[in-house]
T-cell receptor, first 112, second 120 residues
Framework: KNQVEQSPQSLIILEGKNCTLQ??????????LRWYKQDTGRGPVSLTI?????NTKSNGRYTATLDADTKQSSLHITASQLSDSASYIC???????????FGAGTRLAVHP | GAVVSQHPSWVICKSGTSVKIECRSL??????MFWYRQFPKQSLMLMAT?????????EQGVEKDKFLINHASLTLSTLTVTSAHPEDSSFYIC????????????????FGPGTRLTVT
């Protein structure tokens, strides 16, 4: 069964600190892995997309890593800001075409 | 970047009435659009795939007669919740798939801002 699992479920950090969110997946075939940021009451916004041949990809203070062998990915947020408070969703595409498999997300709260 | 809009952003309706939600791709053409539902503190659940000019494909467990989807143009898809009930209250999000195959790897999906439906 295709699944995407994220940890932790929720996380609280202080402004300025770094944090790392985890994503494990069992999806086959694998096309690409995406990280999205979803603010409360808004639609998801893409942060990064990686194929199996990419190990790391950055978008500003966000850096995603992918280990296709162990089927693990992480999203590292550097120097967190209050505006980083959101849900971060790991999404795996099985066919690169339509089918997206969503993780449950990690709810991040950045406190001053 | 590509923008997807939804209208309305929120709606309150009475039980038994129907509600239409619009999803538009503003600066690109989308042959395929997707409709998702999201309950509080849960992730997105795909309801149906909408293809321009053809019938939508519904996920298992989604009633096609209750959730009517029309994709009449390359920039507009609509979701109509018919005979709404309180249990239909949810956050509905659409996404539009870019028709361009950027580098032979994947299509990008752009999400709308969502529509909060409350059925009283």
């Amino acid at each position: 069964k295709n699944q995407v699992e994220q940890s932790p479920q929720s996380l609280i950090i202080l402004e300025g600190k770094n944090c790392t969110l985890q994503c494990n997946y069992t999806v086959s075939p694998f096309s690409n892995l995406r990280w999205y940021k979803q603010d409360t009451g808004r639609g998801p916004v893409s942060l990064t997309i990686m194929t199996f041949s990419e190990n790391t990809k950055s978008n500003g203070r966000y850096t995603a890593t992918l280990d296709a062998d162990t089927k693990q990915s992480s999203l590292h947020i550097t120097a967190s800001q209050l505006s980083d408070s959101a849900s971060y969703i790991c999404v795996v595409s099985a066919d690169g075409y339509n089918k997206l498999i969503f993780g449950a997300g990690t709810r991040l709260a950045v406190h001053p | 970047g590509a923008v997807v809009s939804q209208h309305p952003s929120w709606v309150i309706c009475k039980s038994g009435t129907s509600v239409k939600i619009e999803c538009r791709s503003l600066d690109f053409q989308a042959t395929t659009m997707f409709w998702y539902r999201q309950f509080p503190k849960q992730s997105l659940m795909l309801m149906a795939t909408s293809n321009e000019g053809s019938k939508a494909t519904y996920e298992q467990g989604v009633e096609k007669d209750k959730f009517l989807i029309n994709h009449a143009s390359l920039t507009l898809s609509t979701l109509t919740v018919t005979s709404a009930h309180p249990e239909d209250s949810s956050f509905y999000i659409c996404s539009a798939r870019d028709n361009i195959w950027p580098s032979g790897i994947h299509y990008e999906q752009y999400f709308g801002p969502g529509t909060r439906l409350t059925v009283t």
